[in-house]
């Protein structure tokens, strides 16, 4: 299986060239999930951008098929990013990221914006944790760390936070197939992931009008983990970003609304090949 090395340890990642060839120059499209899933929640996007040009998926530390890491901060991960970059001679990128990965991107545009010749942050926030929020993972990670994620807990709280009300009751086999994917993480590495992302994660609301990267920013009508007001306050911020919205998506619209992601993702791309 292809793995690259990091300062997280090893990370999976699927490497797909564009058909009929890359063109020399042109930035690789990088895809990143959310906290919870692997590289497959990309599937429904994979084929479009493949059109386009190269595409790596990457499964992050402690989840898919990646090593479990030490324990690390969202700004450790976005070294480790580039550490991967490097590793797979990315020389520049347009990363699409969805919750998580949409805050990696945005830490890679302030801190190395020479790296991305533009990003995409789908479902995401730039705002840091509340303290109640805080509270209530570092219970979750307690229990998830001792026993695993109860079924309760993934029925009554997880799912209703990731997935919209019509794909609960339409495209259940979707749910089942999150569930099972992540009943198969290391505990450690949810819980590590989980306490870099959703309890130690630091607010960079007032240091995005730094971008200048070419933004994409979007969201799930009817996602609840991070409500439309995040996406709007990061579009909000960076100058000349576009804003849409994916009907009739959840906090995982890539997966679960892909026709409607794709309408806006795959031109917008497009657009920054070079």
């Given at each position: 299986?292809?793995?690259?090395?990091?300062?997280?340890?090893?990370?999976?990642?699927?490497?797909?060239?564009?058909?009929?060839?890359?063109?020399a120059?042109?930035?690789?499209?990088?895809?990143?999930?959310?906290?919870?899933?692997?590289?497959?929640?990309?599937?429904g996007?994979?084929?479009?951008l493949r059109a386009?040009?190269?595409?790596?998926?990457?499964?992050s530390?402690?989840?898919?098929?990646?090593?479990?890491?030490?324990?690390?901060?969202?700004?450790?991960?976005?070294?480790?990013?580039?550490?991967?970059?490097?590793?797979?001679?990315?020389?520049?990128?347009?990363?699409?990221?969805?919750?998580?990965?949409?805050?990696?991107?945005?830490?890679?545009?302030?801190?190395h914006?020479?790296?991305?010749?533009?990003?995409?942050?789908?479902d995401?926030?730039?705002?840091?944790?509340?303290?109640?929020?805080?509270l209530?993972?570092?219970a979750?990670?307690?229990?998830?760390?001792?026993?695993?994620?109860?079924?309760?807990?993934?029925?009554?709280?997880?799912?209703?936070?990731?997935?919209?009300?019509?794909?609960?009751?339409?495209?259940?086999?979707l749910?089942?197939?999150?569930?099972?994917?992540?009943g198969?993480?290391?505990?450690?590495?949810?819980?590590?992931?989980t306490?870099?992302?959703?309890?130690?994660r630091?607010?960079?609301?007032?240091?995005?009008?730094?971008?200048?990267?070419?933004?994409?920013?979007?969201?799930?009508?009817?996602?609840?983990?991070?409500?439309?007001?995040?996406?709007?306050r990061?579009?909000?911020r960076?100058?000349?970003?576009?804003?849409?919205?994916?009907?009739?998506?959840?906090?995982?619209?890539?997966?679960?609304?892909?026709?409607?992601?794709?309408?806006?993702?795959?031109?917008?791309?497009?657009?920054?090949?070079g």
């Amino acid at each position: 299986m292809p793995y690259l090395r990091t300062r997280l340890g090893r990370w999976f990642f699927e490497d797909v060239e564009r058909e009929g060839g890359t063109f020399a120059g042109a930035p690789t499209i990088v895809l990143l999930h959310s906290l919870l899933c692997d590289g497959g929640m990309w599937r429904g996007q994979v084929g479009p951008l493949r059109a386009l040009g190269r595409v790596v998926v990457i499964d992050s530390p402690g989840h898919g098929k990646s090593d479990v890491p030490p324990p690390f901060t969202l700004e450790d991960h976005t070294r480790a990013l580039l550490d991967a970059f490097e590793e797979l001679r990315i020389g520049r990128a347009i990363v699409a990221g969805v919750s998580w990965g949409g805050m990696l991107a945005m830490r890679v545009a302030l801190h190395h914006p020479g790296r991305l010749a533009a990003m995409a942050i789908l479902d995401s926030s730039a705002d840091g944790t509340l303290w109640k929020e805080r509270l209530e993972y570092r219970a979750m990670c307690a229990v998830v760390r001792a026993v695993g994620m109860p079924p309760r807990l993934l029925k009554e709280r997880v799912v209703p936070l990731m997935f919209a009300p019509r794909t609960r009751t339409h495209a259940p086999e979707l749910v089942d197939e999150f569930v099972r994917t992540l009943g198969g993480f290391s505990r450690e590495g949810v819980t590590r992931a989980t306490k870099a992302v959703s309890i130690d994660r630091p607010s960079i609301v007032e240091e995005l009008r730094r971008i200048t990267v070419p933004t994409l920013v979007g969201y799930g009508e009817y996602d609840k983990a991070t409500p439309a007001a995040h996406s709007r306050r990061i579009a909000s911020r960076i100058g000349g970003s576009l804003l849409a919205v994916f009907e009739g998506g959840g906090h995982l619209a890539a997966l679960e609304v892909p026709d409607a992601v794709n309408q806006h993702l795959v031109p917008f791309v497009r657009e920054h090949m070079g």
